[in-house]
């Protein structure tokens, strides 16, 4: 069976991107909830999104996956005391922490604020086979220079951006966007499992990130 990262559009839904309105509130009640240090990761954020949005895709990529991949790997368990939570960018950062998720997930929302379009970004479950059990389940972010492109994936396990056909320890198995969801699919064939928001984690997510960033809720 030939696995395949490109597949088709299935379901549009709304987004939650354009919720990283990070104001002055905002950043005061990361200090307050967090502290100094959870400030500056914040901050630094912050200016990286702004300072970046001129550069080329490649770049903001490269920056991003960089910025991310600095910060510590923690278990959901050890972290938040749950089996699964996807955390927001600003909740990965503010307790510098996170699993794959959170590292595929705050790359993601980061390159749409730098202005990568939202069509070229899947978060993209994969089965991890170098791992300690074999496939284990782990989440990366690939991008699409064209939609019939080989991606490029970003993984919080290796530091360098590489294409998917040189990440063969990797078999994808399903990846989303705002716009959709999607099965990874033998060559010819697919599947249509409906719109993104049938996933409760990122429906959480997407609630959680809308009242971060509200000036009303700090």
Same mark, same amino acid.
């Given at each position: 069976?030939?696995?395949?990262?490109?597949?088709?559009?299935?379901?549009?839904?709304?987004?939650?991107?354009?919720?990283?309105?990070?104001?002055?509130?905002?950043?005061?009640?990361?200090?307050?909830?967090?502290?100094?240090?959870?400030?500056?990761?914040?901050?630094?954020?912050?200016?990286?999104? !702004?300072?970046?949005?001129?550069?080329? !895709?490649?770049?903001?990529?490269?920056?991003?996956?960089?910025?991310?991949?600095?910060?510590?790997?923690?278990?959901?368990?050890?972290?938040?005391?749950?089996?699964? @939570?996807?955390?927001?960018?600003? !909740?990965?950062?503010?307790?510098?922490?996170?699993?794959?998720?959170?590292?595929?997930?705050?790359?993601?929302?980061?390159?749409?604020?730098?202005?990568?379009?939202?069509?070229?970004?899947?978060?993209? @479950?994969?089965?991890?086979?170098?791992?300690?059990?074999?496939?284990?389940?782990?989440?990366?972010?690939?991008? @699409?220079?064209?939609?019939?492109?080989?991606?490029?994936?970003?993984?919080?396990?290796?530091?360098?951006?590489?294409?998917?056909?040189?990440?063969?320890?990797?078999?994808?198995? @399903?990846?989303?966007?705002?716009?959709?969801?999607?099965?990874?699919? !033998?060559?010819?064939?697919?599947?249509?499992?409906?719109?993104?928001?049938?996933?409760?984690?990122?429906?959480?997510?997407?609630?959680?990130?809308?009242?971060?960033?509200?000036?009303?809720?700090?």
């Amino acid at each position: 069976m030939l696995l395949i990262w490109v597949v088709a559009f299935i379901f549009i839904a709304p987004g939650v991107a354009d919720r990283l309105d990070l104001s002055d509130k905002v950043l005061a009640f990361v200090e307050k909830k967090y502290g100094a240090p959870a400030l500056k990761r914040v901050t630094d954020w912050k200016r990286l999104m !702004e300072n970046s949005r001129n550069k080329s !895709e490649s770049e903001k990529l490269e920056l991003v996956n960089q910025f991310f991949n600095q910060t510590p790997f923690v278990s959901d368990m050890e972290h938040w005391g749950k089996e699964d @939570y996807w955390a927001t960018p600003i !909740e990965m950062l503010a307790t510098s922490g996170g699993d794959c998720e959170d590292f595929a997930i705050g790359k993601y929302f980061t390159l749409v604020q730098m202005g990568v379009p939202i069509k070229k970004l899947q978060i993209t @479950y994969v089965k991890a086979m170098n791992w300690n059990p074999i496939n284990q389940a782990h989440m990366v972010l690939a991008y @699409y220079q064209t939609p019939d492109a080989i991606p490029n994936i970003l993984d919080n396990l290796i530091p360098e951006i590489k294409p998917a056909t040189r990440r063969k320890d990797l078999t994808p198995v @399903y990846s989303f966007n705002g716009d959709g969801l999607w099965l990874a699919k !033998e060559r010819g064939l697919g599947k249509n499992v409906g719109g993104s928001s049938r996933i409760k984690l990122w429906t959480d997510l997407s609630s959680r990130m809308g009242k971060e960033t509200d000036d009303q809720h700090p």
